[in-house]
Every structure is written in C-alpha cells, then in structure tokens.
C-alpha cells in the first residue's frame, strides 16, 4: 500500500480537474435496468458475482447511487499517469471543414498504454488488492486491454494472467512485450493450462483461439485459484462507472473554454465503456430536462453492427455462452465478426445500460464502414496532427459528419467526442489505407434463432 | 496563417506553465562559442546559411541574447499539441530502490509523435512559412525527426520532403506511414531525385542508404528548388535554443512539487537537443554562481561514445563531409556506429555549446551499453508504467545508478532526468530484451587522423 499512497506524483493546478466521484448513471435511468439472467430465468446468486469478481466491483455492479466516491489512492495513481487527459478545441478542423460548429475533442491516448482502458485497471487491480486477491486472470484480443490490466497490476503488486487470442499472440507481437514489460504473464489461448484449453487443442492443436475460448479459459482459471479474481474491461455497470472520470473532467473543461453544455456528445462503441465514460455525465443532464436537446451519437462499424441492426434481446456476454444473460442489442454471440482493424469494436453486443439508453431514443447509433472511418482518421491526422486509433476514428468519422450538416444548417453547434485513443500501435491499418489495399466488409446476416428466450423468474 | 491563430486550442491553467521566451545559452558560455568554419579556416558567409536555412534561424543561430520570444502563433500551437508536458515524481521508483533522493522526470512522450522533436519542428516550420518557403527538406533515419517535421509541415502548410535512410524506409514501415499520413513525401535514400543519390545508386543499385548519405541529398535537394529550405533536428544552436522550453517548464513544476533547483539534471544525447532543452535552463543557475553545487549528466550509448572517448576538434556535421565545420567532441564523421537500437543516438559528434561544456568540466559525460540500458527502461515499465524509448533508457539508466549512489551516502538528493520519447514504437528492442536476444556493441576504433587540420583565419 505504502507505495501508492504518499504525495500526488504529478503537481498541476490541472489535477484539480480530475473528479473525486464517479458518476453512477443506473438510478438515472428511464426504466429500471434489466437484471443479468440464468437461462432459467433466475438472478444469479450474489455468490456467483463474488467468487468471479471482486466485492467491492460487485457492489458497484448493483449499486444503486448516483455518485461513488474514488478511493484517493486510485484518484492518485491515475494523476500519476496522466489525468486530467486534455480537452482540445479542434480549430484546424474546423477551420478546414468550413463549419459554423465548435469541436472538441477529450484525447485519452497520452495515458500510458495508449488509451482509456487504464481508468477501469487502475479501479479494478486497487479493490482486488484491497481484498486480499493474489491474481488477476483476463483475456485480450488485440491486447489493448490486457496491457491496461498488466499495468494496473504492476502498479499494486498483483498477478496478472492474460489470456491472449493465439493469432493475435504471434502475429502481434508488440502488446504482448508491453503487456510482459509490466510482469504479466501472457499465455496464448487456447492453452494447455485449462480443461477448455485443452479441450479445444485435443480436437485441433493447431487452433488460432478466440476471445470466446480466451474468456472461458480465465474464468475456468478463476474458479479453479481462490486467490484469483476475473477482470473485464468493457460492458459491466462498474466498468462504465470507472470510465465516467473522462465525461466530469470534460464538462469542467469545457467551462474552462467558456462552453456550457455541448450539443453533441459522439464516440465508438464496442462494449460502450469509453462512450459512456464521456457521455454519461452529460446524459445526467439530458435525463434530468436541464438540457434535453443534447444529441447522444454512438458511433459503430457497419461490419458488426449491434446497435443498428441487432435486435434488444437477452444474450450472453460471452461467444462460448458461460456468462449470465444480459439485456443487450446484440448481434447475437455466434455472429461470426469480420477481421477489420478496429478490434477493439469487435464484439456482438453493447453495455446493458446503453442498449436501454439507444432503445429508448435517447442515443442515436450510426454505422460506418472502415475505409471511409480510416479517410477520417487520415484526414485528422493531417489537419489536428494525432492518429487516432482505428475505434477512435470511427468517433472522429461522425463528429466530421456532424460538423458537416451544421455547416448546411448554419448551427453554431457544440460537438464534443471522444479521442479513446491513439493509433501508433495500429499503423498496420493506415498502411494498407494509404496503399489502397483496404478493404470493406458487409455485415454477416444476423441469425438469433438460437438465443435462449428467458425471462425474469423471481428474484435472488 | 488564420488557421493557427486565435484562441488557444486547449484550456488549462497549466498553459501558463509555458514559457513566453525560449533561453539562449551561448551568451552565458564560459568561453566564447567557436564559429563554424570551412576547411580552409574562414567562417562561412552569412548567405550561405541562409540559402540552406530560413533567414529568422539563422540569425537565432548566432544570436548573443540570453532570451529570445517565442511566437504567440508558434507557443499557441506547441500548448495545442499538448504543451506543457507532465512533470512526474517517480515516487514507485524512489521506494523500489530505497532511495532517499527524490527523482522527477519530464515525459515528453506526451507529444502527438511520442517524442520532444517536435519543439523545434515547429517553430521551424514557422519561421519558414512566415519567409514564404513552400518546402522544406530533411534527412531522417528510423523517423522520429522526419515524423515530427512532417507534423509541423502539416501545420503550417507547407510541404515536405523526407529523405530516409532505405534500410529503415524498408524495414520499419510505420513511421513512413506516419509521415505520409501527416502529408509528406517520403523517399528512400539513396535516390534518383539527386545527382549525389543517382552516383550511389550507379555504383551500388541495392544500396542500403545512410544518414550522410540522405543528408547529401536533402541539402542538394534545397539548393536546387528556390523556395526549399532545409531543417535539422538537432546539433545546431537553433535546434537546442527551441528545445529549452522543456527546461523552463520544468523549472516552473518543480516549484509546484515544492522544490528548488535540482542537484541533478541528467538526459541522454544524441545530438544534444533534447538533453540541452532540459539542461540549460538550470545550467544557466549553475554559470551564475546561484547554485554552483548543480551536478549534469549526459548519457551516450558505449557503442557511440563521442563525449567519453571522442575528440574535442573541428569536424563535419555529416557524414559525407559537406557541412561546415564544427568544433565538437567526435568519434569521427566516418566512425561507423553499430547498429543499437536506440537510433536516435547513432551520431558521431555532439552539439558544439554542449561540447564546450564538457570540455570544461561543467558537465560529465557517462556511457552505457544497450544491455544494461535496456534492463533500466523494462524496470521502469513496470515501476513507472511509462515504456521509455531505447534513446530516453539511457537517462534512466543513469538516474537510477544516481539514485543508488544516494542510497549508499544518505543524500536526500533531487534528482532531474528528461523523457524524451515513449518507447511504444520501438517495442522490437525491448521483444529482443525479454528473449535474451539483445546483443552488446564494443565500440570501434576511434581513428581521427583523416580530419581536416583547421583553426580560425580571419572573421565573416
């Protein structure tokens, strides 16, 4: 502990900014919130929540609070690492699209793994060191996660064990390194450490993995160490509650530009935790008629399109069905996602808690294809000087869109979106755009046939 | 112009940590400056400088005064880049190696390039916009430099012109992808453009390139196009001059954690811009009698090692022996540097102020080998959180051994170190690292006696 309490490491008036709560939108919400299910329709016991997670997380999961203060060790390690993130104006942009809008972009990439996984770490390694827990078990695609949560761990002294989609293990090589430089031990999944490694490695040694199996593999590592606990990084309520540190500082920043609320609040979505991190704070505002004209745009790609042609339906977390149900626009968990290079955008469903907020009208969800999200990307990068992530740049794609129809309207409008984070890792991409060899994907047909119908049977 | 002028793009009081002026060592020297000459003795013409370089750099390269202003334009858009990088106390570090010294450091990995290089770049850039130049050439090698110019480029609207070393061009595609992506034109080196590129290339067809070489061609390049101009990213009194804004606000956040002047201050070196950005703001206060006590270190790699085994002599800039003259310490423009990774660091000579300073005692000069620098930047991966650049490793390296030394003598010393680049590009160094991979490098033979015999004949 001693190592991380002391003085701030970073001195800065700016640290000012940084909130001491988080934002915890559920009591906010239009409806109560659907609770996960068992197939049977039962809640899952509290026990089951705790044996995976940590309590503290579990609590979070279910609390009913609107604000939840962050321990002033978590608070200090993430102004150690770099919060506030800065909110820039994009001047250039405007000036170079001809627009009327003024926009403004929160820019998570300067935080040392590259974007805004780190706030959910830092939270989630801090409660399960309070608790006692020895190792953090996970599972990573690309690795953008899996290095968050190796750093978190570091950061207090706990395991961590990150199990790596196989192809992505040796075909990227670089995220494992970071992820190994922070002392987590990476293991190409699937892997002979768990029955359902095994299992499939038995039917195919050669198997490239899954974030399906990778999951399975963690969880059945959880279950299988009293000392270790399960970490996710997207989708949770207590994910997107630690994330909402990016939409409090960003409204006190934009007060420091003389701007009162924004108009338009954009970013990508993927499991929705770095949308909601930003736009949660402000839709307090919209939910509450402080000011109900805010437009809520949840931008994802077209290749894996749950928000705008999946159905609002019971689902499992999980492409190997091993989660409890969650009320969710989803794809459904077979779908089988195109390889575009936005990885982190890869997943059949959203966050329980933003599904309600698009299904009952209160987000807009706009699709787009990857090489018109990688022109965005490119053209930001040579106007505003940062590359953006490829799920990033989907946000940057819509905020140009939106700059675009204020320049026909004539609207002044205040467009605020999310820089999650940069691209320097994913320059493979931009690559083949400037080689002309990108390609686009149409969306798979979405089949949910197979979906359990369930739904709720009592309570716990 | 419009483009870049008005209000700031980022809101914080932390702007104000900025300086207004950037500081000129050379009038502070401890002895005078010697100029540059040519091989005959004379010192070169005013005009020939400014056919090669705009007009405003030029007279900033000989300039006497001690501070000069920073444009508004150019300090509004070094803030909306992310000025001023975090000062952080390395507090994980300090408690790991039970030291009492309190160590500090200035990350300018923050910088959309990931490096300090883009200080000057942009006020370059200016300069040269403000004089109508259209284009501006350079060299670079692994990219840091042609990347954080081609930025500045794209800022100001002006083209450029990166020849780079074909080995890299070849072998590390995405820093070409980035400086595409800012908009400039990147050529392998050697090339057909020039008459100095067209001589390689008939005598060797698969030619793998070189820094003397893409220098030869970047130059001629610019004196055949009227409105070209060429810019350097390091070395020159210019180049250092904008880099002390790295210092200055350093100076200004040590106040802020409670402190006064550093007992140490300690950068790695290449050319010497980043560590002189850092460097001569305090050594100003060390010059001045205020705290003679302040102790500098500049850290060079062992398979390079110009200030710890080199001459003190005159020089060429280049290694094709085409610039004037400059009094330095060298390995020698021939001396061929093993091919370590921290590239930035793979130069034969030092930048003449900081050369004269340690031929005068008032800064040491230490070299490490890649292995041990290596072990330094992984530790401070996983204590810090932050990867370091291979360059950045080595002013970790010697602050960590600075920090022990204050183990064993009980000192409660404040130790200052620069950051100068995240290593999140430069990850196949340390994938070597981790595998046992990464080899040593003895440094060659220094052999000078093909160097010119010059001293000063006469003034301008």
Redesign the interface.
């Known amino acids: 502990m ?3 309490l ?9 640290e000012d ?1 940084v909130p001491q709560s988080w934002y915890n939108i559920v009591p906010d919400l239009p409806k109560p919130l659907p609770p996960p299910l068992l197939p049977d329709g039962r809640v899952p016991p509290r026990e089951l929540f705790e044996r995976i997670f940590a309590k503290a997380l579990v609590g979070q999961e279910f609390s009913s609070e609107r604000f939840i203060r962050i321990p002033e060790e978590v608070r200090d390690v993430l102004i ?3 919060r506030p993130t ?7 942009l405007e ?2 699209l001809g627009t009327p809008a003024r926009i403004y972009y929160k820019f998570e990439g ?1 935080l ?1 793994t ?1 974007s805004h996984k780190v706030n959910t770490a830092v939270a989630q390694a801090y409660y399960n060191m309070v608790e006692g827990v020895e190792r953090l078990s996970t599972e990573t695609g690309a690795g953008q996660w899996g290095s968050a949560l190796s ?1 978190a761990g ?2 207090f002294n706990l395991k961590v064990r990150v199990f790596m989609v196989r192809s992505s293990y040796e075909q990227k ?2 995220r494992r ?2 992820m ?4 987590a031990e990476v293991i190409p999944s699937p892997s002979k450490l768990t029955n359902a490694g095994r299992a499939v490695l038995e039917r195919d040694p050669e198997h490239p993995g899954s974030l399906g199996i990778a999951i399975s593999e963690a969880i059945e590592d959880v279950l299988s160490h009293d000392k270790a606990r399960y970490s996710l990084g997207s989708v949770l309520n207590h994910v997107l509650l630690h994330q909402t540190i990016i939409g409090l500082e960003a409204a006190r ?1 934009l007060e ?3 701007e009162e609320l924004p108009d338009y609040v954009i970013g990508c979505v993927g499991g929705g935790s770095n949308y909601a991190g930003l736009a949660y704070p402000f839709m307090r505002f919209k939910l509450s008629g402080k000011k109900s004209s805010m437009k809520f745009i949840a931008v994802e790609p077209r290749a894996c399109p749950s928000l705008t042609r999946g159905a609002y339906t019971y689902d499992y977390g999980d492409t190997a069905g091993l989660t409890p149900l969650l009320k969710m626009h989803t794809v459904g968990h077979k779908y089988r996602v195109p390889p575009i290079h936005a990885g982190g955008l890869r997943y059949h469903g959203d966050a329980p808690s933003l599904s309600l907020l698009v299904n009952e009208g209160l987000v807009e969800a706009r699709a787009y294809s990857q090489t018109e999200v990688f022109a965005a990307g ?1 053209l930001f ?3 505003e ?3 953006p992530a490829p799920e990033s740049a989907h946000a940057v794609k819509a905020a140009i869109d939106v700059a675009l129809e204020a320049r026909e309207s004539g609207e002044a409008s205040v467009i605020l979106f999310n820089l999650s984070g ?1 691209g ?2 994913d ?2 991409g ?2 083949e755009y ?1 080689e002309g060899r990108l390609r686009d994907y149409e969306p798979e047909s979405i089949d949910l046939s197979y979906l359990p119908r369930v739904s709720l049977r009592g309570g716990p």
């Open positions: 001693a190592r991380i002391g003085p701030r490491r970073r001195a800065s008036q700016a900014l150690g690492l770099g800065p909110l820039f104006r994009a001047r250039r000036e170079f300067v040392p590259g750093l570091a950061l090589p670089y390194v970071l190994e430089l922070y002392g920043q420091e530009f003389g490119a990068s040579k106007v000087g940062i590359v940069h320097l890792l320059l493979q931009y690559l400037l």
